[in-house]
């Protein structure tokens, strides 16, 4: 059974850090495109940083550039997502997804396999 399990979340004050991790069960992650997205309270899911299969392609909102980092290794079967100086507007849901064979394009709808999302909440 293909699983993706996302830990890493908790509550932090603003300006801290937290490093999410997304670990594949199943499945080998050598060939699949990697999402991170998030869904704040009453807000839209939105593709925050994808890695491309090969790991060459990176994207990322303008919303986390500069202070957001994934990566990938393929020997621990996880990706990861660094986040520094975050702020009260990064309190969401973060998922990540997976897509066989694809580039680092954060289109949700084309990714195939999810976790169940991991809480990440940013409050003094």
């Known amino acids: 059974q293909l699983q993706l399990v996302e830990s890493g979340g908790s509550l932090v004050q603003p300006g801290g850090s937290l490093r999410l991790s997304c670990a594949a069960s199943g499945f080998t992650l050598d060939y699949y495109a990697i999402g991170w997205f998030r869904q704040a309270p009453g807000k839209e899911r939105e593709g925050i940083s994808c890695?491309?299969?090969?790991?060459?392609?990176?994207y990322y909102a303008d919303s986390v550039k500069g202070r957001f980092t994934i990566s990938r290794d393929n020997a621990k079967n996880t990706v990861y997502l660094q986040m520094n100086s975050l702020k009260p507007e990064d309190t969401a849901v973060y998922y990540c997804?997976?897509?066989?064979?694809?580039?680092?394009?954060?289109?949700?709808?084309?990714?195939?396999?999810w976790g169940q999302g991991t809480q990440v909440t940013v409050s003094s």
């Open positions: 997804a997976a897509e066989f064979l694809y580039g680092s394009s954060c289109h949700q709808g084309l990714f195939t396999y």
């Open positions: 890695i491309s299969y090969s790991g060459g392609s990176t």
